[in-house]
């Protein structure tokens, strides 16, 4: 995609919804972490991750579908310095080409704020929602953005797991 495209794509997507499906989602932050880092993403942080996108970039039901509501093809409520970028609740947030686009800005986001990582990979929602705020990702109060991502473990398994085609039975008959 030339520039000029890609700068047309962003202006004419900013703010506008672009959802994308549970499973969907962890396969382009799958692909975007290899993408970024240059190594496969390891499953818990992928699990994790997926909650974290999910709770800041939040979800509804399209249909019977479940799908994250995203804006502007951004995962995570990652925030912008510059533009292209749309407003959310008077914050600034990146506006993206495309979901990989936006799954590979969060991970440019995320992998830098060390702490945060570790604690996703120890499955620790309590010291993920610390780290984050300790790097400036949030300024919720650590306990209940703690809640809010355990709250979305089970679901982030699931979706992981229809990714990786290893779902099975545990999926039938909807969430």
Same mark, same amino acid.
């Given at each position: 995609m030339s520039l000029a495209s890609a700068l047309l794509a962003t202006w004419l997507t900013a703010g506008v919804?672009?959802?994308i499906g549970e499973p969907e989602l962890a396969a382009v932050l799958r692909d975007a972490y290899h993408a970024e880092a240059?190594?496969? $993403?390891?499953r818990e942080l992928l699990v994790a991750a997926w909650g974290h996108v999910a709770m800041e970039t939040g979800r509804s039901l399209a249909g019977e579908r479940p799908v994250i509501t995203s804006r502007g093809y951004n995962l995570g409520s $990652? #925030?912008?310095v510059a533009g292209p970028y749309h407003y959310v609740a #008077?914050?600034?947030h990146r506006t993206g080409v495309d979901h990989i686009d936006a799954a590979r800005a969060y991970w440019r986001a995320l992998l830098p704020c060390s702490g945060a990582v570790r604690a996703m990979l120890d499955g620790s929602a309590a010291a993920t929602a610390g780290a984050? /705020?300790?790097c400036g990702y949030h300024r919720t109060e650590v306990e /209940?953005? /703690?809640r809010a991502l355990r709250a979305l473990s089970g679901? /982030?398994?699931r979706a992981v797991a229809v990714?990786?085609?290893s779902a099975g039975d545990v999926v039938e008959g909807g969430r």
């Open positions: 919804p672009t959802p240059g190594a496969d $993403v390891p $990652v #925030g912008a #008077g914050h600034r984050l /705020a300790a /209940a953005y /703690a679901t /982030a398994e990714c990786e085609g």
